[in-house]
């Protein structure tokens, strides 16, 4: 069995019981970084072996990962924080084993784009999850495909390009567009940052952005239909 295991994003309560169960009992944990995951580990105390499996070498392990799966271990795949594949390692790991009959559970667990979404204030029952935008090649285009989209956009961002991602979507999408940035989710400083593009640039401009990010942008509102009352009931 691979279970695919999320782990808290700051707060450490928000750890499950399952998931602390889980990898005490597997024969190995995967971890992005050891170093972090090591923390976390002792913290619950689990004691148990680490292996590293992150972006830079997942091709290179997987194939030895599905092997110790086939001949019956129990693998655990955690990542820094939030849960493994969601712009982070572990996709591809997941693909090779179910292509090798392996069963892969995935735990309900912390992700920041979930907590960031609800908190927002925005339409949450129809949404795109873009992650984080491509830095240069593509990051343009990637954007003007989304001109036209209705569903709330959330998007993961680094505090050293928040500014520039910003004002990049007032270009886009236009300074009066509603948006809500989210720092720090479950951690002491958790902040949400809401209003119109042009203020919420405003405020970072003033307030240098620290912690990491998520962006969630309002989607499009559809044009309203001759005679149908105005509300915002549109944009759901």
């Known amino acids: 069995m691979l279970y695919i295991i999320p782990t808290p994003v700051g707060n450490l309560e928000d750890m499950t019981l399952r998931a602390v169960r889980l990898l005490k009992e597997a024969d190995v944990v995967l971890a992005e970084d050891t170093r972090t995951s090591g923390i976390l580990l002792k913290h619950f105390d689990i004691q148990n072996h680490l292996l590293s499996h992150h972006k830079f070498n997942e091709h290179g ?3 030895s990962v599905v092997e110790r799966l086939k001949a019956g271990q129990t693998v655990a795949l955690i990542s820094d ?11 591809f790991l997941a693909r090779e084993a179910i292509a090798a009959g392996i069963e892969v559970q995935t735990l309900p667990g912390a992700t920041a784009c979930i907590p960031a979404l609800v908190s927002s204030g925005l339409p949450c029952d129809r949404f795109c999850f873009e992650g984080f935008l491509p830095q240069k090649k593509g990051r343009q285009t990637h954007l003007d495909s989304l001109r036209e989209e209705t569903r709330t956009m959330v998007f993961y961002e680094s505090p050293f390009r928040l500014l520039k991602t910003l004002q990049q979507f007032a270009e886009v ?3 009066e567009r509603q948006v809500s940035v989210s720092r720090e989710i479950s951690k002491v400083h958790e902040e949400h940052v809401r209003g119109t593009l ?5 405020h970072f401009t003033q307030k240098a952005p620290k912690g990491e990010i998520v962006i969630v942008l309002a989607g499009k ?5 001759k005679g149908k009352k105005n509300d915002n009931t549109d944009n759901i």
């Not at 924080?81 to 996709?91: L, Y």
């Not at 042009?198 to 405003?202: K, L, P, Y």
């Open 221 to 225: 509102v559809k044009e309203k239909a």
């Open 173 to 175: 999408f236009g300074p």
């Open 61 to 63: 392990t997987t194939a």
């Open 81 to 91: 924080a939030g849960t493994p594949g969601i712009s982070d390692p572990g996709f």
């Open 198 to 202: 042009a203020e919420v640039i405003d």
